[in-house]
């Protein structure tokens, strides 16, 4: 399992399962991928703007998997298409 964290902007989290540096990573369409380990005080000033997560589910520690069950059952992702998706809704 590993972290992921979705704002109204971003995500942000870790993967591969490895509570290390080289796993952590922040996206969002302005400034693309920033990779702790790479860029640690951009990482983190950009984790620390991006507002709210995970739509009140929590503190994070959610697999993706949760969030693709939830936003999978709303309508208005089933009209929308985008071309970096892990998954067709």
């Known amino acids: 399992m590993y972290s992921v964290y979705l704002t109204k ?3 942000y989290g870790l993967t591969m399962s ?10 969002n369409k302005g400034e693309g991928l920033v ?3 790479a860029e640690p005080e951009r990482y ?3 984790v620390a703007g991006a507002g709210p997560a ?3 589910y929590g503190p994070g520690s959610y697999g993706p998997g ?3 069950m939830e ?3 709303r309508p208005v992702y ?3 298409w985008c071309q970096t998706r892990l998954m067709a809704w």
Not at 18 to 27: G, Y
Request: proline content about 0%.
């Open 44 to 46: 983190e000033r950009l």
């Open 9 to 11: 902007t971003a995500v």
């Open 66 to 68: 949760i969030f693709y």
């Open 18 to 27: 490895h509570d290390r540096d080289d796993f952590w990573f922040f996206w």
């Open 54 to 56: 995970n739509e009140g």
């Open 71 to 73: 936003y999978a059952a």
């Open 78 to 80: 089933g009209k929308q």
């Open 35 to 37: 990779l702790l380990r």
